[in-house]
C-alpha cells in the first residue's frame, strides 16, 4: 500500500505573509531611497516565498517499503506498529504524555499524528511523531503490510 501527503503550509499564513512582507516595505520606504527600499521588498519577498515553499514541500507517507518523514526514512522491517492519533490524544502525545526520544516531524497547522513505533534496538528513538491531516490512513498504510501478512 502507497500513502504519501504534503504539508501544505494554510492559506492565511500566506496572508501572514504577504502582510509582513507589506509592513516590512512601509517600514523600509520611510527611510530608504525608494530604490534601494524596492529591492530589498522584492528580496524580502522572494524570501518568505521560498521559505513558504519550503516548510510546504514536506511530504509524509509509506513509499518503497519505507515510511517517510520529510527528508528521513525507515524500512518497514523497523517498524513494530502504527497508531493514529487525534485531537485530546495528540496534544497530550506532544505535551504531558511526550517522550523526549521520540523522532518528531510536525507542523502546528495539522492537527493529526501518527505515532510510529520501531523495533530496531540501535535506534535511539523508540517511536516517531508524524504530524498527517489523515492519520487513520497513514496509521493504516504503515500497518498494512503486518496485517497482509
Do not use: C, K, Q
Request: charge should be neutral.
Amino acid at each position: 500500500m502507497i500513502y504519501r501527503e504534503r504539508l501544505h503550509v494554510p492559506w492565511w499564513w500566506v496572508l501572514i505573509a504577504a502582510l509582513f512582507v507589506l509592513s516590512l516595505a512601509v517600514a523600509v520606504y520611510a527611510y530608504v531611497d525608494p530604490l534601494i527600499a524596492t529591492v530589498f521588498t522584492v528580496l524580502a519577498a522572494v524570501g518568505v516565498g521560498l521559505a513558504l515553499v519550503a516548510y510546504s514541500a514536506t511530504t509524509v507517507g509509506v513509499v518503497d517499503g519505507a515510511v517517510v518523514a520529510g527528508r528521513n526514512r525507515v524500512s518497514l522491517d523497523w517498524v513494530a506498529g502504527a497508531d493514529p492519533l487525534g485531537g485530546e490524544t495528540a496534544r497530550a502525545a506532544l505535551g504531558r504524555d511526550a517522550n523526549h526520544r521520540d523522532f518528531l516531524l510536525t507542523r502546528p497547522y495539522v492537527p493529526g499524528l501518527v505515532r510510529i513505533r520501531l523495533s530496531d534496538p540501535a535506534d535511539p528513538h523508540p517511536a516517531w511523531l508524524v504530524s498527517t491531516r489523515r492519520p487513520e490512513d497513514f496509521a493504516a498504510a504503515v500497518n498494512a503490510p503486518r496485517n497482509a501478512g
